[in-house]
């Protein structure tokens, strides 16, 4: 369903992707595993489109994605949990979710259902994002992305920084998600939350997809961990 | 004339400068905030305004409102329109770099300052105020008979001073609405505080740059149409208007339109005040001090935030 095809990328004159290709289904948490630096934030900013393409593809349902004016990637149905989470800091809980709505011109259901499954966020509706706490402002985040009732999801490293109680939160919304048909790119660095619920696993390693494997395959083998984690 | 209905006249005149500052500093504080560019041309785009308003006047024949309200709806869109069209054709193609935005709308400048003198000539040129009464202002005094109410002689003000001190009012509440409680508001604020993830949220932060800059000029222009019946019309207007825009963004706090406000009050009214006590050269000069003072002990400005 969605498929990135051998994606040569970088920042100006600096190339950091070196061909990297992978393909997720729809009801898929595929995750993206490689040590600081591999390049997985740049994989997911070349798929919204932030950065030109020197060679590949990226599609959807068979669509290229790839070569669309940045603005136009999401809504055709990508949302995007960045890393760090940059929320529209000055902007209220209330307007981050607007923002979101806006892009695929979704309305009052789809607040309701974002909301429902953040209900933290519901009391804080009025609060300004930039003064919510780690835990919250991922809430957002990943709201914000939802309410663009998105095809694919990108979520890059959710749970950095945040206390237990509230990665278990963002875990189960990411298998909600996954319930509901979601493709799910989710690049995390915790191994054993990976395992957990991954249905596939990609590594990374300087700016090249090296192996593609199941949760199965890495469970107890310590070598390929590290290899491409240095764990 | 004594001491207080003096200050109360010049008071006046500081409220009717403050007004025209408010509205061309308030466009200069957008287009910063917003795209972080700094427009050495906003002057020009004020002075485009008034001498449109001239050209709109002097088109349309009849009771002299009737020009005015016309150069009031049709100078700010058409100036507006013009600036979209230089961030089109030119800062967007710079790709906003910091230092090349600067050169480029010093061209600006230059470009439209000499297509004016070429188009429009050297004259200065008055617009009709579409009403100009004399209001005489009464002065309260403690004397002899008690408390009592004179009308000293001079202590008076034009229905106009007051119409465009009402209409900088008016048209700032317009635009905090349509900045606080509007899509296109938000957008708009969006886009200022992240730019990337705004265009991730489909924001064709390309056009929304536009309007932005369009909306700055138009602001200018406005003020400028408010300031012809008072001020004629000239190729070299916009040069004051700059610099004291500038003091005010700078003092105010860059980028912070609360902070915009106040500065383009304080800078207003001590421009009218000293003025009439003193000289106008005085009056730049204080501003130009001041900003040297806030820059050294408060260099984000009296609203402005510390760059996290
Ligand atoms: N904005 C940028 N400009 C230039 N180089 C960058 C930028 N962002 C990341 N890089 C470089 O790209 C490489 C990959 O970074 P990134 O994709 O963030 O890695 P990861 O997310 O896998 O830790 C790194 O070498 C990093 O220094
Ligand atoms: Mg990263």
Sequence with gaps: MFEVRNVHTGYGQVQVLFGVSLTVNAAEIHCLMGRNGAGKSTLLKAVMGQLPLKQGEILLDGERLDGLPAHLVPKRGIGYVPQGRRLFKELTVSENIEMGLMTRGEGAQTRDWVLDLFPRLSERLDQVAGTLSGGEQQMLATARALCLRPKVLLLDEPTEGLQPSMIEQIRQVVVKMKAEGYAIILVEQRIDAVLSIADRITFIENGKDRETVLPSDVAGNGAILTKYLGV | ?308
């Design chain 2, 1 to 308: 004339m004594d001491f207080g209905p003096h200050l109360m006249l010049a008071s006046l005149e500081g409220a009717v400068i403050s007004a025209i500052l408010v509205l061309t500093a308030m466009g200069l504080s957008i287009v910063f905030g917003v795209m972080r560019v700094v427009n050495v041309a906003h002057g020009e785009f004020f002075m485009l305004g008034a001498v449109f308003a001239w050209a709109v006047t002097t088109m349309i024949s009849g009771h002299a409102a009737l020009g005015f309200v016309a150069a009031l709806i049709i100078v700010p869109v058409l100036v507006g329109a013009i600036a979209a069209g230089v961030d089109q054709l030119i800062l967007k193609r710079i790709d906003y770099d910091v230092d090349r935005t600067i050169v480029a709308t010093i061209g600006v400048l230059y470009i439209v300052q000499q297509s004016t003198l070429m188009l429009y000539g050297p004259e200065a040129r008055p617009v009709e105020p579409p009403f100009n009464l004399r209001l005489a202002l009464p002065w309260f005094e403690f004397g002899e008979n008690g408390f009592q109410m004179i009308w000293p002689w001079g202590l008076s003000v034009t229905t106009y001073k007051l119409f465009v001190i009402g209409a900088a009012i008016v048209v700032l509440g317009a635009l905090w609405l349509v900045l606080t409680r509007t899509k296109i508001g938000l957008v708009m604020r969006a886009t200022q505080q992240d730019r990337d993830m705004a265009q991730a949220f489909g924001v064709p932060v390309g056009q929304v740059y536009s309007l932005v800059f369009g909306l700055g000029a138009g602001l200018a222009a406005l003020g400028a149409v408010l300031v012809v019946p008072i001020q004629q019309a000239h190729y070299l207007m916009g040069g004051d208007p700059l610099l004291l825009a500038f003091i005010v963004v700078i003092i105010g706090g860059l980028g912070s339109l609360p902070g915009t406000v106040i500065a383009a009050l304080l800078i207003g009214m001590s421009d009218g005040i000293i003025s009439v006590f003193f000289s106008p050269t005085l009056a730049k000069i204080i501003a130009t001090f001041l900003v040297a003072m806030v820059l050294v002990f408060r260099p984000q400005g009296l609203m402005g935030r510390v760059a996290a």
